[in-house]
């Protein structure tokens, strides 16, 4: 889809009060954040992380739910868990987006209604320049500095970029990625 606003449709979904509907999401919330399922990733995505981590991306990895902002010297990686569920009405979409920088992944979990048909969308697709020549092209835009691609810039950026990959949207998936242009 060409057309909409980066949050139409789309509700943030607070994780307290979820977990007070049904508690079966404690149980999701305590195995994303187990060291199991962290030392899981790092043999997945440490290779990939290195390009914008460096070496540090192969220490051990460690979750924290507070940043030690005057420790110079580090034994691991730390991640500081920030989790929001975003819910979908019908014809909901976000625009394209980069995550933020002092994010070192992004994971997309999909719970989609068992009866969920693909024809009604709700992939996720990543994106890359169409050329060099592209990207040389974004980088004069005036809005290439910006987070989210403003709803009147959706045909020049379709210009600029194409779908590198497309997560399908299925029910208990998963698709993560690190920071990037788009």
Excluded: C
């Excluded at 507070?66 to 500081?80: A, I, T, V």
């Amino acid at each position: 889809q060409r057309e909409g606003y980066s949050t139409q449709g789309m509700q943030d979904v607070d994780l307290k009060v979820l977990s007070k509907v049904d508690p079966i999401w404690n149980v999701f919330i305590s195995s994303i954040t187990s060291q199991q399922f962290l030392t899981s990733l790092k043999l997945r995505l440490a290779p990939q992380l290195r390009k914008e981590l460096g070496l540090i991306a192969y220490l051990p990895w460690s979750i924290s739910t507070k940043e030690h902002k005057n420790s110079k010297l580090r034994w691991n990686l730390e991640f500081f868990p920030s989790l929001k569920i975003h819910s979908y009405s019908n014809g909901g979409i976000l625009n394209p987006h980069k995550d933020a920088r002092r994010k070192a992944m992004t994971l997309i979990f999909y719970f989609a209604d068992d009866d969920w048909k693909k024809d009604w969308g709700g992939d996720t697709l990543f994106f890359r320049f169409k050329s060099e020549k592209h990207k040389k092209i974004w980088k004069r835009q005036k809005w290439h500095h910006k987070n989210s691609v403003p709803k009147e810039n959706l045909e020049e950026f379709y210009d600029l970029f194409e779908v590198n990959l497309q997560a399908e949207y299925k029910a208990n998936s998963l698709s993560g990625m690190s920071p990037n242009d788009y």
